[in-house]
T-cell receptor, first 115, second 113 residues
Framework: DAKTTQPPSMDCAEGRAANLPCNHS???????VYWYRQIHSQGPQYIIH???NNETNEMASLIITEDRKSSTLILPHATLRDTAVYYC????????????????FGKGTKLSVKP | DGGITQSPKYLFRKEGQNVTLSCEQN?????MYWYRQDPGQGLRLIYY???????QKGDIAEGYSVSREKKESFPLTVTSAQKNPTAFYLC????????????FGNGTRLTVT
């Protein structure tokens, strides 16, 4: 199973772009990269996911390197409400006819957005 | 609104008692999951179920039990055999589409003294 490595913490100024890196050097060809975030004492919130192409939605952009060994989540204009722990996750495939959707959550990056 | 409801938000029990955490979803998802989160830690999978009347152990199933009698419900029982039950418990569900994301409830914080 591919594992991910993220910095334990990052700071970002309010209104600036937050760029959160993730290393997943052992990712296999059919594994997707997912990003979630968790605000204290709440459940994780899905942000975005992708396979090889860059993705963008109303919350964020996901940039995946060509070799797929790393990715960056970009919050274009961070606000104080974006302060949270951000998890980069690689989906684990199974062999019995489709994935059961298990996601291995690590410790994530604690993003602090400061005024 | 569609979503996942976990209740109660806070739960207190005495050591040696079994306790059941509720998880209900109205997203019409087939797959449901239970995770445990300890302070400063990531999420660890306890049990999951891909279809009614079927469930599988996750990485830390010892001391826990589940049932899946209805599509909408996936209750988790923390038994007295669980050595360190105090934790934040998260329920999630997922569409059966291969790469669709997990949707989480807002968790139940269980404290056992």
């Amino acid at each position: 199973d591919a594992k991910t490595t993220q910095p334990p913490s990052m700071d970002c100024a309010e209104g600036r772009a937050a760029n959160l890196p993730c290393n997943h050097s052992t990712i296999s060809g059919n594994e997707y990269v997912y990003w979630y975030r968790q605000i204290h004492s709440q459940g994780p919130q899905y942000i975005i996911h992708g396979l090889k192409n860059n993705e963008t939605n109303e919350m964020a952009s996901l940039i995946i390197t060509e070799d797929r060994k790393s990715s960056t989540l970009i919050l274009p204009h961070a606000t104080l409400r974006d302060t949270a722990v951000y998890y980069c996750i690689v989906r684990v495939p199974r062999n019995y006819g489709g994935s059961q959707g298990n996601l291995i959550f690590g410790k994530g990056t604690k993003l602090s957005v400061k005024p | 609104d569609g979503g996942i409801t976990q209740s109660p938000k806070y739960l207190f029990r005495k050591e040696g008692q079994n306790v059941t955490l509720s998880c209900e979803q109205n997203l019409n998802h087939d797959a449901m999951y239970w995770y445990r989160q300890d302070p400063g830690q990531g999420l660890r999978l306890i049990y999951y179920s891909q279809i009614v009347n079927d469930f599988q152990k996750g990485d830390i199933a010892e001391g826990y039990s589940v049932s899946r009698e209805k599509k909408e419900s996936f209750p988790l029982t923390v038994t007295s055999a669980q050595k360190n039950p105090t934790a934040f418990y998260l329920c999630a569900s997922k569409d059966t589409g291969g790469n669709s994301p997990l949707h989480f409830g807002n968790g139940t914080r269980l404290t056992v003294t």
